[in-house]
């Protein structure tokens, strides 16, 4: 009994310490977007817009105030989808959005996801991307995911440069347009 309670405590510290050592990966993609950060944060936490702009989710749902839960389900690289329930960290409007998904347990497959709008030039630099840590990233390579975020930056600068009214906002809605460098100092 007793070595049978020494290897299980041996196993679980193995454990614990795998897990407190777990791999950690990343990457950071950015983008000029010729738009002011009100209307570009409007399309990033617009769950409903998503699906019609951002080519990485097939649908968002929830709301993006921190402590909440949203729905995301995203299509994968290979072409198939994922849905998962990450947990939004910061919803700073206009500066950064950023949320914490897992898969199963904390430090098998954590993913910090974040959205940091900078202004620059009339316009912003959206700095986009993501923090992997856990167990799993020894089989994963996360920078496959890369391709779908440049994407979806494309598609993002497309739709906020656009001259489509966003949901909820007529075409003689100046909010849109206005320039926010008071707000936002370089």
Known sequence: M??????????ALGLGAAFARAPRDGFETEIFIDAPPERVWALLTDPVAHADWNPMMQAVEGDFTPGSRIRLTM??????????RPRVLVA????ELRWLGRLG???LFDGEHYFRLIPEAGG????????FRG????????????????AGNAALKERAEGTEPLQGQSECDDSAHSDTRERFPT
Do not use: C, K, N, Y
Request: hydrophobic share 45%; aromatic share 8%; glycine share 12%.
């Open 75 to 84: 299509r994968t690289p290979s072409g198939g989808t994922m849905t998962f």
């Open 92 to 95: 700073d409007s206009g500066r």
């Open 105 to 107: 347990l904390p430090r």
């Open 135 to 150: 167990l799993l990233l020894w089989g994963i390579d996360v920078h496959q995911f890369r391709a779908g975020f440049e």
């Open 2 to 11: 007793t070595a049978l309670l020494l290897t299980a405590s041996a196993l």
């Open 124 to 131: 912003i630099r959206l700095i986009h991307g993501e923090r």
